[in-house]
């Protein structure tokens, strides 16, 4: 069996002028990256258009730790549609080096649905996150600055500033570090730590503006910290939106390239979903809306994450709405939420599979209380028996939603069109916009409340006493009306990873506020979770490699 990258460095691409071809795009709209990446001017949005285009949403129930092929769904659903004559996108999120050097290897889809070239878009791309690097640590070399200045000096309080800097890279070591030692020349020392780049604050605003203009001005409001008499200082009053938006004048056109079968794929950003929102940027979604009648797209881990980010932030900021959603459901992971072992999920248990279902019918209710049709994809692995697959197609009438066998990883589109159809189906039947889980009204205390209780099916929510005073602070600062973005982990409904299936009678415990004032979000940290992840025992990294003549090998 070839692996991932051997199909995808067999495939002979075509120019990225063909594919742009089929946008309605000439050579001229476009800025070339050599011959088969560009990147897409602004000016291409449409509003008009964009309310005229399908748009669908890809998730899934709870993840194993090595996903369940949302990308891989999103790519061959894309590819059908576009073989069932359908002028169609698919619409990603760039990978972060990470996971690309930490667990997966690589985030392009697999199989016979990937998007390609898939070295370049998995190591370093256009450069995009290389830029937001730049931009968040251009903001905390400022900040230190200020502090360490006696004539421009804003009288910023060391031990307020919130803002950490960030590296696109699973470094554990950079979690916690002490800044500034080395005596009066290194500046003030002071405690602070590194994000990785996919959870910044730069990373989210950049996907949540709409053009230049919005990011420079969200770039000004980011909270930096307090003054000694507590008044709050944003990165406008250091006089850092400029420079900073100046770094991402590129990093804010959306990359096309395409699948393996030449279907144009849109990729732009790379926000986590479980310490972020999980998305790819309202531009490079609205792209796709002004230029194709069929968008797919996805959102990170589970609906429980990624999809409730996608419909109650990103939706609400673009003024955009899905006409269906799919959620990918595997043999494995209703296995592992049945009681199944990692290592043993491979064998046939078709118990195991049915005590799972609980989880699928939690995220198929979360859907429905979005008010849009769902679709279950029954993504196929080798290993999974007949028996099995009966008894998932069971679990989804049990649920009382729509299913499909897709097998785009080892078929290609030829694997995806039933679920295409579906698709269609669903999306045009679909007559309403989704329904946001909390009004902005509401208080944060509700917000949250309301997401644990639909979302997550939590008791309650328990806050501690410092989670209490940084949301009282917030709120005194008039955040108090903005969105909210969870951090919770991808491993269970709950914040305790241990607890899997579909939990019953837990609490959620919010452990601490962060504040991403620039983006417009409140972020509440349920649980243990970390914003700059380590890397495994046995790193991806040790198996990728390059050979004499340039060609990589190891990414998956």
């Known amino acids: 069996m070839l692996t991932d990258i051997q199909i995808a460095q067999a495939t002979k691409l075509k120019h990225i002028d063909e594919i742009g071809a089929k946008l309605g795009l000439k050579p001229a709209d476009m800025d070339l990256y050599g011959k088969f990446k560009s990147k897409l001017p602004l000016d291409l949005i449409d509003d008009n258009k964009v309310n005229e285009s399908n748009l669908i949403l890809v998730t899934a129930i709870t993840p194993t730790p090595a996903g369940e092929g949302k990308t891989t769904t999103s790519i061959g659903l894309a590819d059908g549609l576009s073989k069932l004559n359908k002028k169609t996108t698919v619409v990603l999120r760039e990978p972060s080096l990470g996971p690309v050097f930490g667990i997966k290897g690589g985030a392009a889809g697999g199989g016979y649905a990937q998007v390609?070239?898939?070295?370049?878009?998995?190591?370093?791309?256009?450069?995009?996150?290389?830029?937001?690097?730049?931009?968040?640590?251009?903001?905390?070399?400022?900040?230190?600055?200020?502090?360490?200045?006696?004539?421009?000096?804003?009288?910023?309080?060391?031990?307020?500033?919130l803002w950490k800097r960030c590296m696109d890279m699973n470094d554990r070591a950079l979690r916690k570090v002490i800044t500034a030692l080395g005596g009066k020349s290194g500046g003030i020392p002071m405690e602070t730590g590194?994000?990785?780049?996919?959870?910044?604050?730069?990373?989210?605003?950049?996907?949540?503006?709409?053009?230049?203009?919005?990011?420079?001005?969200?770039?000004?409001?980011?909270?930096?910290?307090?003054?000694?008499?507590?008044q709050p200082i944003f990165a406008r009053d250091i006089k850092a939106e400029g420079a900073m938006t100046s770094l991402m004048k590129d990093a804010i056109k959306p990359n096309l390239v395409q699948t393996l079968e030449a279907t144009p794929a849109i990729i732009h950003g790379g926000p986590f979903?479980?310490?972020?929102?999980?998305?790819?940027?309202?531009?490079?979604?609205?792209?796709?809306?002004?230029?194709?009648?069929?968008?797919?797209?996805?959102?990170?881990?589970?609906?429980?994450?990624?999809?409730?980010?996608?419909?109650n932030i990103k939706c609400r900021y673009a003024g955009?709405?899905?006409?269906?959603?799919?959620?990918?459901?595997t043999i494995r992971a209703l296995k592992y939420h049945g009681g199944k072992a990692l290592k043993e999920l491979t064998q046939e248990d078709v118990e195991a599979v049915v005590q799972g279902k609980e989880n699928l019918r939690k995220h198929v209710e979360t859907i429905n209380s979005f008010g849009l049709p769902a679709v279950v994809c029954i993504n196929r692995f080798h290993s999974d028996t007949d028996a099995e697959i009966e008894a998932l197609k069971t679990a989804c009438v049990d649920c009382n939603v729509p299913f499909v066998v897709s097998e785009g990883f080892a078929k290609g589109s030829e694997g995806t069109l039933d679920l295409a159809r579906e698709v269609m189906n669903a999306a045009e039947s679909c007559e309403s916009t989704f329904k946001p889980t909390y009004n902005l009204e509401d208080s944060v205390r509700e917000k949250i409340e309301k997401v644990c209780r639909t979302v997550y099916g939590a008791q309650y929510v328990i806050f501690s006493n410092k989670a209490k005073r940084q949301l009282k602070r917030f709120e005194e600062l008039g955040f108090g009306d903005l969105p909210i973005c969870i951090a919770k982990t991808q491993k269970s409904l709950s914040d305790d990873e241990k607890l899997l299936g579909r939990p019953e009678n837990f609490d959620i415990h919010i452990r601490e506020f962060e504040i991403a004032a620039g983006a417009g979000f409140l972020i509440p940290i349920a649980g243990t979770i970390l914003r700059m992840p380590g890397?495994?025992?046995?790193?991806a990294a040790e198996g990728i490699d390059i050979d004499d003549h340039g060609i990589i090998s190891g990414l998956s």
Do not use: W
């Open 116 to 161: 390609v070239p898939m070295e370049d878009i998995n190591l370093h791309f256009t450069g995009d996150f290389s830029a937001i690097e730049k931009a968040n640590n251009l903001l905390a070399a400022l900040i230190d600055n200020n502090v360490q200045s006696k004539n421009r000096s804003l009288g910023i309080d060391p031990r307020t500033i």
């Open 535 to 539: 890397l495994p025992s046995t790193p």
């Open 194 to 230: 590194f994000n990785i780049t996919a959870a910044s604050e730069v990373m989210a605003i950049l996907c949540i503006s709409k053009n230049i203009a919005d990011l420079k001005e969200k770039f000004g409001n980011i909270y930096v910290g307090d003054t000694f008499d507590n």
């Open 320 to 329: 955009i709405s899905p006409k269906a959603v799919v959620i990918v459901a």
């Open 273 to 311: 979903a479980n310490i972020a929102q999980g998305t790819n940027s309202i531009i490079a979604t609205k792209m796709g809306m002004s230029l194709a009648d069929y968008v797919v797209t996805e959102a990170g881990f589970g609906a429980d994450l990624g999809a409730e980010k996608f419909f």
